[in-house]
């Protein structure tokens, strides 16, 4: 006999989790099954959290080295304990999977650990992580949440140890010497970042010729003169043709992306960080008919409903941005669809942010989107080195830049490299969500002294007029 809920939900990352809370809030009952051994999804365990726990360790590793000084305080014999950075960074982890495992607990989802395969559109078998088997029913929904998986490429043996992907490169038991990193993209420069602070040496190798291909341009070549400075090596329209793993490290072969002389590179470690793919596949849908796209992801509608009826899709394992924000947003619009509501989700104010030092972090439009589709636009923007906060605080590297429709003065686009961008970016992404202008966020009093008076003096200048440059 199979348990029968409102809505099973299958994956218990940021989509899935979300999803399943939100349903339980709005009356429905809810499983909600992951067969990792803890919920949270890629973000939780693998991605999100664990990155930006080194991330914080090493950029205190790297300011104990060479950033207190500066400020008069002096410290000396300053040294690396990785095995304690990586068993804080485990806490981390576990403190918020925990936390996530009370918030079911205390909305009554079912969280059941286990292997989710569809029998049927309206039923789930679960191979449980403990041994055993369970059916469940689905009297409204099963929402698919499976999220994604490291991209791989031709050739590449990842034993996570000399050639890994981010989940690897989340542990390795040493810095190396020489990490090369493929793939210029988030999780290449978050992850070099950390291991670069660390003291590796660290080349990342990137096909095409300029690193975060999809953020806007001026912010893409800002980040990678900081980099730079920062001791990364950039190769950029390069390929990796062949990887040969020996017992002193691995040996590259690259190549110009457009074919030409062969060179090769040594590394100790190689990070491979070429992108993610929709996972899928122990879902049994090919069995009950649900469609994919031609890159492998679930086809769903605006109402995030495939093809098959009842069942539904979210996040990394459908179209769009594979960001955990996305997911969760997608997961409480379609929660609240499935009680009957009319909620939306503008994707054109989802923020994203790279955690570099600095950050970078965009909402909207690029430069080059509006170039493109021929959108009249005005661009203000504004330095940190102009903002006192910035200086007081010793960080004046990056700008804020706000792209505004040239009529009507709308904000179509913010884009902002420097010190805590990743946080400034929520006043642009909300100024988006209501559709404001850049006269709006000039006309905002923005308390002194902060960075982000730089936003409101980049909206100023939008219309000529800042008043600190
Ligand atoms: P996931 O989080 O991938 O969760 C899917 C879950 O489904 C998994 O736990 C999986 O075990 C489970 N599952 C799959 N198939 C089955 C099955 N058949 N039965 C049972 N369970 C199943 N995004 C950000 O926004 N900010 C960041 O800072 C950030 N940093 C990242 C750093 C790294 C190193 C990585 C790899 C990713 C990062 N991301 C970040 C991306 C983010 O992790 C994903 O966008 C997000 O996790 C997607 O959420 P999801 O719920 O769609 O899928
Ligand atoms: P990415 O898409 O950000 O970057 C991949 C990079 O690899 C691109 O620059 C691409 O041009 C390059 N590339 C592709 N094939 C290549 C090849 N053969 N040789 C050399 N370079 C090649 O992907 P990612 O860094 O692997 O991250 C995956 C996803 O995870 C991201 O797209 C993002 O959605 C998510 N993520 C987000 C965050 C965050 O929000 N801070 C952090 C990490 C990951």
Request: charge should be neutral; glycine fraction near 12%; include cysteine.
């Amino acid at each position: 006999m199979a348990d029968t809920f409102d809505v099973i939900v299958i994956g218990a990352g940021p989509g899935g989790y979300v999803a399943a809370i939100r349903a339980a809030q709005l009356g429905m009952s809810v499983a909600c099954v992951d067969k990792r051994d803890a919920p949270g999804g890629t973000c939780l365990n693998i991605g999100c959290i664990p990155s930006k726990a080194l991330l914080q360790s090493s950029e205190r590793f790297a300011a104990a080295q060479h950033e207190l000084a500066a400020h008069g305080v002096q410290v000396a014999g300053v040294t690396l304990d990785l095995r304690t950075m990586l068993a804080r960074k485990d806490k981390v982890v576990a403190d918020n999977t925990r936390g996530v495992e009370f918030l079911f607990r205390k909305n009554k989802v079912e969280y059941i650990k286990g292997a989710a395969r569809l029998a049927a559109r309206d039923r789930v078998t679960v191979a449980l992580n403990g041994g055993g088997q369970r059916a469940l029913g689905a009297r409204k929904a099963i929402i698919l949440a499976t999220g994604s998986d490291s991209a791989n490429l031709p050739g590449i043996v990842v034993d996570e140890q000399r050639i890994v992907t981010s989940t690897g490169a989340l542990a390795l038991a040493s810095v190396p010497k020489h990490l090369v990193v493929i793939g210029g993209g988030y999780i290449g420069l978050e992850m070099g970042s950390v291991w670069r602070r660390l003291g590796a040496e660290v080349t990342v190798v990137e096909f095409l010729d300029r690193v975060t291909p999809g953020m806007d341009a001026e912010l893409s070549a800002a980040l990678q003169r900081s980099l730079e400075r920062q001791g990364f090596k950039f190769r950029l329209g390069t390929k990796v043709v062949e990887t040969k793993a020996g017992k002193d490290g691995v040996v590259l072969a690259l190549e110009p992306a457009k074919g030409g002389v062969r060179e090769s590179l040594k590394a100790d470690v190689v990070l491979v960080a070429v992108g993610r793919v929709p996972y899928t596949g122990e879902l049994g849908l090919k069995e009950i008919g649900v469609a994919l796209d031609d890159k492998g992801r679930i086809k769903v509608d605006g109402r995030f409903a495939t093809n098959v009826p009842g069942v539904y899709a979210i996040g990394d394992a459908i179209a769009g941005a594979m960001l955990a924000h996305k997911a969760s947003e997608e997961g409480v619009v379609l929660a609240e669809m499935l009680a009957g509501g009319r909620p939306s989700l503008d994707y054109d104010a989802i923020p994203a942010v790279i955690y570099t030092w600095p950050e970078v972090a965009s909402v909207g439009r690029t430069e080059e989107q509006l170039k493109q589709a021929g959108t009249a636009y005005r661009a203000g923007k504004f330095p940190f080195s102009a903002n006192p906060r910035a200086r007081a605080n010793g960080f004046t590297e990056g700008f804020v830049k706000i792209l505004a429709d040239a009529k009507t003065d709308r904000v179509l686009g913010v884009h902002i490299i420097g010190p805590d961008a990743g946080t400034m970016i929520g006043e642009a992404a909300l100024a988006m969500e209501f559709a404001a202008s850049a006269e709006d966020i000039a006309r905002t009093a923005h308390a002194h002294p902060t960075l982000e008076e730089a936003v409101k003096e980049a909206a100023l200048a939008v219309d000529g007029h800042a008043i600190h440059i």
